[in-house]
């Protein structure tokens, strides 16, 4: 069940990967839909920044005419909440925790799809890597994973 929390205090940045999703109009990351993960480790808040429509690219690969319903309850949870506006990606979330071990799932489904139009070297270089490092360290010190949007 997702959980919406709000914290006071900035976050530790561990990561950032908005620089590759900067408007060349603006110069804002994804004009201005930035997203973090975020977490709470020893009392203090770390997150990684990213830009959300760029991440949200990779998502829409199971977002697809014809699947099967045996297919789409394969989809990670992470995955169906963002096709179906619900959970993280409901409108009105913030900040909302997520399982963590669906996330790795997630991305370990993002690294090995199939579909050409949907591999990329941004996701197998920056977001990957960076991403599982993080989402392990949470899940190895027993944190929430939260995702602000």
């Not at 929390?5 to 561990?14: G, L, M, T």
């Not at 408007?23 to 480790?41: F, H, I, N, Q, W």
């Not at 394969?74 to 993280?88: A, K, S, Y």
Request: negative net charge.
């Amino acid at each position: 069940m997702s959980q919406n929390y709000q914290y006071q205090e900035a976050p530790i940045i561990r990561g950032d990967l908005t620089h590759l999703c900067l408007c060349p109009c603006c110069r804002a990351p994804d004009c201005g839909e930035e997203y973090m993960l975020v977490t709470k480790s020893e009392g203090r808040l770390e997150a990684v920044l990213f830009g959300g429509a760029s991440f949200r690219m990779y998502l829409n690969y199971w977002f697809y005419e014809g699947i099967t319903p045996e297919e789409y309850n394969r989809v990670p949870e992470f995955v169906r909440q963002n096709n179906e506006c619900i959970g993280w990606q409901d409108i009105s979330a913030e900040r909302t925790e997520i399982n963590a071990d669906d996330f790795l799932f997630t991305l370990e489904s993002i690294k090995n799809n199939s579909r050409s139009e949907y591999q990329d070297k941004d996701f197998e270089n920056y977001y990957y890597p960076v991403f599982k490092s993080f989402t392990q360290e949470v899940i190895r010190k027993g944190q929430k994973l939260y995702i602000s949007i």
